[in-house]
């Protein structure tokens, strides 16, 4: 692999920490039960009853500050449908497929996919601030693939040992959401 020095941007600030780790917070504070949400936004609590069973092969997760932009006592506002579980979801429909992208296949080493020759994903994390509905890694087993901080060093290992990658992206759930310095470690490895 040919080695580059990879640009990382400045992170320094003139915010207060505090600030700068307001996220964290607000992804703690996130709503997880559907019924809590059906209470902030106004909506008939038979709704939340509905969104139980698909909630639970994909949880609801959705941050406090979306959810304010939210129209009360719409459902169909376009921001809420994004994340709003419906037994729709439950339904085997002809076609559709677990893994619409076709990564299971491509998935190489830990945390590591690779679809393309010269390019590779890194799965950073399984995480995200948000599940959106429309997810097409919502049922992807990152458990298994090792995306893990644990796992890291063996992955760039792997990467290192192949010439023909030139490419990583770091991908995930969200990668952002993971430490700061562990990304910059990342990025530096």
């Known amino acids: ?3 580059s020095t990879a640009q990382v941007i400045d992170r320094t600030t003139s915010e207060p920490p505090v600030v700068r780790e307001a996220w964290k917070q607000e992804l703690a504070e996130a709503i997880r039960d559907p019924a809590e949400l059906c209470t902030l936004l106004k909506l008939d609590p038979s709704i939340a009853h509905h969104m139980h069973r698909a909630s ?3 949880p609801l997760l959705v941050p406090r500050g979306f959810v304010s932009r939210m129209q009360q006592g719409d459902p169909n506002d ?3 449908l994004q994340v709003l579980p419906r037994p729709e979801e439950l339904i085997d429909t002809p076609g559709f497929v677990s893994d619409p992208v076709g990564e299971q296949v491509a998935r190489r080493g830990t945390g590591l996919i690779q ?3 010269g390019r590779c994903l890194l799965l950073v994390t399984g995480g995200c601030a948000v599940h959106c509905r429309y997810c097409f890694r919502r049922e992807f087993p990152y458990a298994e693939s090792g995306a893990s901080p644990a ?3 063996s992955a760039v ?3 290192r040992a ?3 990658i030139t490419e990583v992206i770091l991908s995930g759930g969200d990668p952002l959401l993971v430490d700061d310095q562990l990304l910059e470690k990342l990025v530096h490895d």
């Open 1 to 3: 692999m040919e080695t």
């Open 56 to 58: 639970q092969s994909f």
């Open 78 to 80: 376009p921001l809420l």
């Open 115 to 117: 679809k393309y020759h």
């Open 151 to 153: 796992n890291f060093a």
């Open 157 to 159: 290992s792997e990467i």
């Open 162 to 164: 192949d010439q023909s």
